[in-house]
């Protein structure tokens, strides 16, 4: 194992959208679950969805069900996040981890990145 790498932040106006992207740096296991959960100044770090990377099933925090949208690409040991209709509350550090469990938790990942930074403007 080694650490993932968050990319794909930036600076976007209400309403506008973003990809991010999280890549491994070795093989992920067909066991794998990768999250994305991200933290916002003066908050702990928050889940926001997640997916298996056998299968592709996913699971969304409520706040961003129907918004973002999580994917593999298994070929490119990558997972994105696509996030459109951002909001101010979107604002944040975003990052993934690594688990085997299909968790919600922060505690049932590790590898975490540097986290990657989305700011979004009202």
């Known amino acids: 194992q080694g650490q993932m790498v968050e990319s794909g932040g930036g600076s976007v106006q209400a309403g506008g959208l973003l990809r991010l992207s999280c890549v491994a740096s070795?093989?992920?296991?067909?066991?794998?679950?990768v999250s994305w959960f991200r933290r916002s100044p003066g908050k702990e770090r928050e889940f926001v969805a997640l997916?298996?990377?056998?299968?592709?099933?996913?699971l969304y925090a409520d706040s961003v069900k129907g918004r973002f949208a999580i994917s593999r690409a298994k070929s490119e040991n990558t997972v994105y996040l696509q996030m459109n209709d951002l909001k101010p509350e979107d604002t944040a550090v975003y990052y993934c981890?690594?688990?085997?469990?299909?968790?919600?938790?922060?505690?049932?990942?590790?590898?975490w990145g540097q986290g990657t930074q989305v700011t979004v403007a009202s």
């Open positions: 997916v298996r990377w056998s299968s592709g099933t996913t």
């Open positions: 981890g690594v688990g085997s469990q299909y968790s919600s938790s922060r505690d049932d990942y590790r590898d």
């Open positions: 070795w093989r992920l296991y067909s066991s794998s679950v």
